[in-house]
């Protein structure tokens, strides 16, 4: 049963939109108002699934209402209603789900009755509004932080996209709506570009609405503010936790490679977007920095492999940086693995030559010759391999 609120200051209108509504089943009207705020009220008090919202009110646009009340309730749908096509369109883009032209017709009005029907929340993240968003590698959902499945969310449009990944790295900070403009719309106008705008705030609090998640994002003078509220964030949850251990205990090592698996990738990666690259740049040092922390720990312990099985993600996520090949290099001598050390060595020299069209770093070449000499030395029983240290 589809609960409808309508609103209305004409009286005639209001009543002939009850007499076509109590004709369609599935539908229980739960209140008409003809004073908007009262309706506003009612709104914010019974949350229905839809409300039939006249634009053209004499004491509020009906707009406005729509926007105080997804504001609260994201999940609230908006039908607008009014005698004027060209605002009517223009209100559509804005934030309505569908919209319908006075004098409203039975059969249109049916029509909007059975596209509400079917915006029904599909796959929810949680019964509670929790879950968690991902930002390592590309924007994904799950329901908790350890669960192996993706969420699927359907994106309207990229810009909402990426303006909800903006929003998020800027989470709880009031971003300036004109600043968004100019990221996203910086070749439409203003009137166009606030439209743009609002659509896409629009269609992003109805993608969290459709899988339950409590995310809120609330519209100030000049500015958007998202809140997590109780959903986590990865890097949150992965920066967090990486900085609160030691690596002192082989348990708070535990500790950290199961952390460490939150980091699928480079921060927003597959996205691509220009304005993250300093945050992803950040995520990336700090990363390496842990790995580091991580690989002196297991090496002073003599646990080798283990610190090549980190190096080896490394390599995987970054295969054009030398840094991983040469670490490599090293800590497969300290496993006495020469075969690897030469393997390494040579997929070093074929990507430098590939992709940049260079030779190995001159301090790396003096490793690996200082290396192969005391290597034959060693064959030969001249002496003993002093490369072995990181």
């Not at 006249?54 to 406005?64: A, K, T, V």
């Not at 590939?354 to 690996?368: F, G, L, Q, R």
Request: charged residues 25%; glycine residues 4%.
């Amino acid at each position: 049963m589809l609960r409808v609120i309508l609103v209305d200051d004409e009286a005639l209108a209001l009543e002939h939109m009850e007499h076509l509504l109590v004709k369609i089943s599935g539908v229980e009207i739960v209140g008409k108002f003809q004073n908007p705020f009262r309706a506003l009220e009612a709104s914010l008090r019974e949350r229905p699934d839809v409300i039939f919202l006249d634009i053209d009110m004499l004491e509020i646009n009906g707009i406005e209402i729509a926007e105080q009340i997804q504001s609260s309730y994201p999940e609230i749908l908006v039908v607008f209603v009014t005698a004027y096509d060209e605002y009517a369109v223009k209100a559509f883009e804005i934030n309505a789900m569908d919209y319908v032209i006075k004098p409203v017709q039975r059969t249109r009005l049916a029509e909007t009755v059975r596209r509400l029907k079917k915006r029904v929340p599909s796959q929810a993240i949680s019964s509670d509004g929790s879950g968690i968003i991902c930002c390592f590698q590309t924007l994904q959902f799950k329901r908790s932080m350890w669960d192996s499945e993706f969420v699927d969310v359907y994106w309207r449009t990229s810009k909402a996209r990426e303006l909800f990944s903006f929003l998020i790295q800027h989470r709880g900070r009031p971003v300036r709506k004109d600043i968004l403009l100019d990221m996203l719309w910086p070749e439409v106008d203003d009137k166009k570009g606030y439209a743009q705008l609002y659509a896409a705030i629009y269609q992003i609090r109805r993608t969290l609405s459709a899988i339950q998640m409590n995310i809120t994002i609330s519209s100030l003078d000049h500015s958007y503010v998202l809140e997590l509220n109780e959903v986590k964030l990865d890097v949150d949850e992965w920066q967090n936790g990486m900085a609160a251990l030691t690596s002192g205990s082989d348990e708070n090592v535990v500790k950290h490679q199961n952390l460490m698996t939150l980091y699928r990738g480079d921060y927003l990666a597959e996205e691509g977007y220009l304005w993250a690259e300093s945050e992803r740049e950040r995520l990336r040092i700090l990363w390496l920095h842990y790995i580091n922390m991580m690989t002196d720990h297991f090496v002073s312990n003599g646990k080798y492999t283990e610190a090549i099985l980190l190096y080896r993600r490394v390599q995987v996520l970054h295969p054009y940086v030398d840094s991983s090949y040469f670490m490599l290099m090293k800590l497969y001598d300290l496993l006495g693995d020469h075969h690897s050390v030469e393997q390494q060595y040579k997929h070093l020299r074929n990507m430098l030559k590939e992709e940049y069209d260079m030779k190995p770093k001159p301090t790396i070449e003096k490793w690996y010759e200082k290396w192969k000499s005391e290597m034959n030395r060693h064959k030969n029983g001249d002496g003993n391999n002093e490369c072995r240290s990181l």
